[in-house]
């Protein structure tokens, strides 16, 4: 019993004596911080939240992000609210790449009345489905245009500003019609804060495709 004893007393002092060492271990380095995760559940603060219908048929949810644009994020909401971009076309879409809207004259060269937004560049990256605002050479040119990224282009990053994600309906993105300009371009139907609960629109039937004309057809109307 004595050395049964003996050896947990033994025990006892290794474990006491690696207790402060181990406590004094210094704490390991925090992880390198990562990009923020974009929640994928819609109903995440409907005030951030909007809704385009397209003529396509699609509705895509977008979450904007206002820390990190918070003067980007602010001008959507108030261009939305205003009507701005209902009936808007997506005017630039490259297959690939992007697809590019919110110019009211459908030429690329237009903009909303408001004056011009100053740079709100961030370390956010552009990844299919991230939202960033259009501009020219200038940094400081961004007021109404955005675009929608296809496939990932890290080129862009820190150079335009990032202000959301597509979180549902990619796959309507991925439909819009392409062309610099398309030759029957999708438009907004409507854009519309989640949190204003507005009715979405009507979607127009699709304009049918006119019939093939048989040869006997031809024929008979060349004849007649």
């Keep these: 019993m004595m050395k049964f ?17 181990m406590a ?3 704490a390991p380095a925090p992880a390198p911080a990562l990009p923020t995760v974009v929640s994928t559940d819609p109903t995440v603060q409907p005030e951030n939240i909007v809704l ?14 206002p820390e990190w644009a918070p003067n980007h994020v602010e ?33 690329g060269q237009g903009g909303s009345k408001l004056p011009d937004l100053k740079a ?18 200038e940094p400081d040119s961004a007021n109404s245009q955005f675009f929608i990224v296809f496939y990932p282009r890290f080129a862009l990053d820190r150079k ?17 019609e392409r ?9 907004i139907l409507q854009a519309a804060m989640a949190a204003d609960n507005l009715p ?14 048989s040869a006997d057809q031809l024929s008979n109307s060349q004849s007649n």
Aim: hydrophobic share 45%.
């Design 120 to 137: 709100e560049f961030n370390a956010m990256p552009h990844l299919r489905g991230t939202l960033s605002m259009a501009r020219t050479d």
């Design 24 to 26: 004094k271990e210094p």
């Design 179 to 187: 062309g610099e300009p398309p030759a029957n371009p999708t438009k």
């Design 160 to 176: 335009y500003t990032v202000f959301g994600r597509v979180i549902a309906g990619m796959d309507a993105v991925d439909a819009i």
């Design 5 to 21: 004893a003996s050896i947990r007393m033994f025990l006892l002092g290794l474990f006491l004596a690696a207790g402060p060492a």
């Design 52 to 65: 385009l219908y397209l003529s396509n048929g699609g509705k895509v949810t977008i979450r904007l992000m």
């Design 75 to 107: 001008r959507i909401k108030t261009l939305v609210r205003e009507g701005f971009y209902n009936g808007i076309v997506f005017h630039r879409v490259i297959d690939g790449f992007m697809a590019q809207t919110g110019d009211p004259t459908g030429t």
């Design 200 to 213: 979405p629109p009507a979607i127009p039937a699709p304009t049918p495709a006119p019939a093939a004309i």
